[in-house]
């Protein structure tokens, strides 16, 4: 998984989230105790989508680390 903002690029092993959890308008996946990627569910063009990410996220993190609605 990768991130760019501005001139910077990073790169995210799935190993690397601690907790993924979904809130109404958002997903945060935590990459330490307090700093988080955060992705507006206004990102997803449908809910296929969505429902694709969700699924690419409980084939990648283990389940206790899946807090989704």
Not at 22 to 36: D, G, P, Q, T, V
């Amino acid at each position: 998984m990768s991130q760019q903002t501005g001139k910077s690029n990073n790169f995210f092993d799935w190993r690397d989230i601690h907790l993924a959890r979904e809130y109404e308008k958002m997903f945060l996946l935590y990459i330490s105790k307090h700093k988080a990627i955060i992705l507006p569910t206004r990102f997803f063009e449908s809910k296929d989508n969505l429902d694709l990410f969700k699924i690419i996220v409980s084939n990648n993190i283990e389940p206790n680390k899946i807090k989704f609605n």
